[in-house]
């Protein structure tokens, strides 16, 4: 049995300003997500999960749909967001500094 590649591709891209797991980056429209499905492909991965927000799926499938058709992909939705109880506390971290 191959190995599933996992690609956790639900980021906003609140920084970049759009989402860049779909961005042209290369030739012919490639993306990054294409380059790194390639790079598993070679390295005997058999399927591809992408873990993506339920409001961006039409857009990844509007990009992936024709690309991938050897390949199985399934799309696995991250619904909810991260209690900032999770989120460790910056400061203490750097309280032994003198800034």
């Not at 980021?11 to 012919?28: A, E, F, H, T």
């Not at 409001?55 to 990844?60: K, P, Q, Y």
């Not at 991938?68 to 399934?74: D, I, S, T, Y």
Request: proline share 2%; hydrophobic share 45%; aromatic share 14%.
């Amino acid at each position: 049995m191959k190995p599933t590649l996992l690609i956790l591709a639900a980021g906003m891209g609140s920084r970049y300003g759009g989402l860049k797991q779909i961005d042209s980056v290369g030739v012919n429209g490639a993306t990054i997500l294409d380059y790194s499905v390639y790079d598993a492909l070679r390295a005997g991965f058999g399927k591809v999960v992408l873990l993506i927000r339920k409001s961006i799926e039409a857009d990844f499938k509007a990009v992936f749909a024709d690309r991938f058709k050897n390949l199985p992909v399934e799309y696995v939705f991250q619904e909810n967001e991260m209690s900032k109880r999770f989120f460790l506390q910056c400061d203490r971290f750097f309280q032994h500094l003198k800034l």
